[in-house]
Every structure is written in structure tokens, then in C-alpha cells.
């Protein structure tokens, strides 16, 4: 399983974002991979997944299903996401 959170890395979200992924290194010594929207594979991602609200944290099964969306600048407890990450 991996996580990945979609967004805008010039919008007000993306502190929020940022601090987000890098807490989560530091408490759980995993990494959740930040795909910025802006880039072929940013916008490609969202459209396969057919996201349209950001920032978006997705959980993803090992062959690339969609275990558990998080949309929106609110974001979920560290401890949820956390086991998305094993």
C-alpha cells in the first residue's frame, strides 16, 4: 500500500501540505509521496482517479486501487493514514 497527496504547489494549501508529509516522516518514519498537480503526471494521476477537489490524500493497494480518499484542506489524523502505509 502507498499514500500520495495530489495538489497545487503554489496555492495557500501547500504549507499545509508540506508540513503535513513531512510530520508524518518524522512521527511514523514512512514517506507519503507529494505529486504536485502541475506536472504531466500530477494532472494525468487526478484524471485517472478522477479527482477535482485539492489537496487530495489517496490511498492506493499495491496494484493501484483506491483504499481511502481524503479530500479537501482538512487534514485526517496522521494515525489514520498511517495504516495506509504498512
Known amino acids: 500500500m502507498k499514500v500520495i497527496i495530489l495538489y497545487h504547489p ?3 494549501h501547500a504549507r499545509i501540505v508540506e508540513d503535513f ?5 518524522k512521527q511514523h518514519d514512512r514517506k507519503i509521496e507529494l505529486i504536485s498537480l502541475e ?3 500530477g494532472a494525468a494521476t ?6 477535482t477537489i485539492y489537496p487530495s490524500i489517496i490511498a492506493l493497494s499495491d496494484d493501484g486501487q483506491i483504499l481511502k480518499i481524503w479530500q479537501g484542506s482538512s487534514m485526517p489524523l496522521m494515525s489514520e493514514v498511517s495504516y495506509y502505509t504498512r
Do not use: G, P, V
Request: without cysteine; proline residues 0%.
Open 10 to 12: 503554489r496555492s495557500e
Open 39 to 41: 506536472s504531466r503526471d
Open 46 to 51: 487526478a484524471s485517472l482517479y478522477d479527482i
Open 21 to 25: 508529509a513531512r510530520d508524518f516522516t
